[in-house]
């Protein structure tokens, strides 16, 4: 059951992660993109590249979000099976290691995050417009 859950969660949380408002010319710069993921920023066009930046940026902001909420359902289904596991040696072994994958999972992504935001000067500016 879990299997056919997990994958659905994950594909609804992306997909609601992609969804933009749309710019209007007399609201914002032509050169300008409003986004509604994480913050309802923008994304500008200012011929220097920055806006690569600014995109990897809000990539990384989703899946920063993304791993957080996958996270926390994942910890919360693991203490579900650890209390359910009724004293059964095999249920409890299994229920620790899966407990242990995810935190190694997080402490992966943490990092993974602290070098890039280390090797990119402009790494995680939080979207900020030049």
Same mark, same amino acid.
């Given at each position: 059951?879990?299997?056919?859950?997990?994958?659905?969660?994950?594909?609804?949380?992306?997909?609601?992660?992609?969804?933009?408002?749309?710019?209007?010319?007399?609201?914002?710069?032509?050169?300008?993109?409003?986004?509604?993921?994480?913050?309802?920023?923008?994304?500008?066009?200012?011929?220097?590249?920055?806006?690569?930046?600014?995109?990897?940026?809000?990539?990384?902001? %989703?899946?920063? /979000? @993304? +791993?957080?909420? =996958?996270?926390?359902? !994942? %910890?919360?289904? /693991? @203490? +579900?099976?650890? =209390?359910?596991?009724? !004293?059964?040696?095999?249920?409890?072994?299994?229920?620790?290691?899966?407990?242990?994958?995810?935190?190694?999972?997080?402490?992966?992504?943490?990092?993974?995050?602290?070098?890039?935001?280390?090797?990119?000067?402009?790494?995680?500016?939080?979207?900020?417009?030049?």
């Amino acid at each position: 059951m879990l299997k056919k859950i997990l994958p659905l969660i994950l594909a609804v949380v992306l997909g609601l992660s992609f969804i933009t408002v749309p710019a209007f010319a007399e609201d914002s710069n032509p050169n300008c993109v409003k986004t509604s993921i994480i913050g309802g920023g923008e994304v500008c066009d200012s011929g220097n590249g920055d806006s690569v930046i600014q995109i990897l940026n809000l990539i990384v902001d %989703i899946m920063t /979000v @993304g +791993i957080g909420i =996958l996270g926390v359902i !994942g %910890i919360t289904i /693991v @203490g +579900i099976q650890y =209390l359910t596991a009724g !004293g059964s040696e095999e249920k409890t072994r299994k229920a620790k290691r899966r407990m242990f994958e995810i935190v190694i999972g997080l402490v992966a992504y943490v990092l993974i995050y602290a070098a890039l935001k280390w090797l990119l000067p402009n790494f995680g500016g939080g979207g900020s417009n030049p």
